[in-house]
């Protein structure tokens, strides 16, 4: 197999409402290029042919706007998610190779953009065209530096399915899936570079193996550059710690489904991890994901809430619905996780404050292993909230859940699989003049 790269070059400056299968029509003619190349454009050309420029003065406001999740910040960089699912640099909103005071966007739908590219060169060249593929410089993780990858694609596969197939030595091969897609950006890249003033290039011989066969042939992907975008369920780096802990909400309503006992196991472990004094783990999590065990508990803390509020005069219409209201969330959670810490590693003191110091510092502990298990939760895709309810109804909580005396219930952890929008509405923000003293 043989792979040519061949710049295109002259092109004049693109602007808003320009042609671009016309501009490119003359270089294509000259080159013959066919059903089996592929045109290889920046992101930059379509952006600008579309009209997605905007003034570079509101750069902070577009970021945001163009933002659907950030992933990482540090200082003014900003990792983000953009609608599209791509995660790169302040979410595509770039000032290179663009007019001063101006920036450009993403496409808005860069596969439409590439299919809409294929289908005018191929009424002007004839029979079905070449492939597509629009590009823009993305970093990777645990890499340095930049590479070119296909943000739109039309025309040709985005991936080859190796699955199922034997390498040379005729092992099973059991995870090869290649980007083929990224692949033809990443050759393109080599002579479209930042400084080189060549926006776009023709990719000879990535598809000539194939010909037109490549459409019907075994293990391939037709499809679009959004294909490539890694499914949240299996993306295991989603989020940078840091932004994990800005990113987590209390989440009250769930999608349908129930939540894997391994997923719950390790958020357990990953809360077992929170400090501890005098080097004791001074806590137990017991979870409930059968029914009849959700109904014995709901069962008990309502009985003991009715009582007390019967006591406090409060009137049975009202109560109900206060009853009514807390089991909307934990009736309907698919696993219930109760919290507990004791007291037996607290040091003796015989005076009250030093006392009460020890107690504290152990409930202390109890709220960092609660917040480790929502962190943990969160970063596996389940939705959770911590509800107060057992802390106030301590024997009916253990008679219900069969634990010794020793133990202290820390309120219940409602989860199960996070609502669409769950993970992603805007968090306020902290005025840190508020919470933060320097001294």
Request: proline share 6%; with cysteine; aromatic share 4%.
């Amino acid at each position: 197999m043989t792979l040519e790269v061949l710049p295109i070059e002259g092109l004049p400056e693109i602007v808003p409402g320009d042609d671009i299968a016309a501009l490119f029509l003359p270089a294509l003619r000259a080159m013959d290029v066919g059903a089996t190349d592929v045109v290889v454009v920046t992101q930059k050309v379509v952006s600008k042919a579309e009209g997605r420029v905007v003034p570079a003065d509101e750069q902070a406001a577009w970021v945001r706007a163009e933002t659907a999740r950030v992933v990482a910040r540090r200082g003014d960089l900003v990792i983000a998610e953009t609608r599209h699912g791509f995660v790169c640099a302040n979410a595509g909103v770039d000032a290179s190779n663009v007019a001063a005071g101006t920036l450009t966007l993403l496409p808005d739908d860069p596969d439409a953009s590439a299919e809409s590219l294929r289908v005018a060169l191929a009424s002007l060249l004839g029979g079905h065209g070449p492939a597509v593929v629009i590009t823009d410089t993305f970093g990777r993780p645990w890499r340095e530096g930049l590479v070119d990858v296909a943000i739109g694609v039309a025309g040709m596969p985005v991936t080859v399915d190796l699955r199922g197939t034997v390498d040379r030595a005729g092992r099973d091969l059991t995870m090869t899936v290649v980007a083929v897609a990224d692949q033809v950006a990443a050759a393109a890249g080599m002579v479209m570079s930042k400084t080189a003033g060549v926006p776009v290039a023709v990719v000879r011989g990535a598809l000539a193996v194939a010909g037109d066969d490549w459409r019907d042939a075994g293990g391939t992907s037709w499809g679009r550059a959004t294909d490539l975008v890694r499914d949240p369920a299996d993306d295991l780096f989603r989020e940078s710690p840091l932004q994990a802990l800005h990113a987590r909400r209390t989440i009250r309503s769930f999608a349908s489904g129930g939540v894997d006992r391994t997923v719950i196991a390790d958020a357990i472990a990953a809360a077992c991890t929170a400090p501890a004094p005098h080097h004791t783990r001074p806590w137990l999590f017991v979870a409930l994901d059968a029914a009849p065990s959700k109904r014995a508990l709901l069962a008990a803390l309502a009985g003991a809430w009715r009582a007390d509020l019967v006591t406090d005069g409060v009137p049975a219409g009202t109560i109900e619905r206060r009853i009514a209201r807390s089991n909307a969330v934990l009736g309907a959670a698919p696993t219930l996780i109760v919290p507990f810490v004791r007291f037996d590693g607290a040091h003796l003191y015989p005076d009250a404050e030093r006392g009460g110091a020890e107690r504290e510092m152990f409930l202390l502990s109890g709220g960092a292993a609660i917040q480790n298990l929502l962190l943990a939760l969160h970063a596996q895709l389940v939705g959770s909230c911590w509800i107060s309810s057992t802390l106030f109804c301590q024997r009916e909580t253990r008679d219900a859940l069969g634990v010794d005396d020793g133990w202290y219930a820390l309120g219940t952890v409602a989860c199960g699989p996070m609502p669409g929008d769950g993970a992603v509405r805007p968090r306020p923000p902290i005025d840190l003049d508020d919470v933060l003293s320097w001294r």
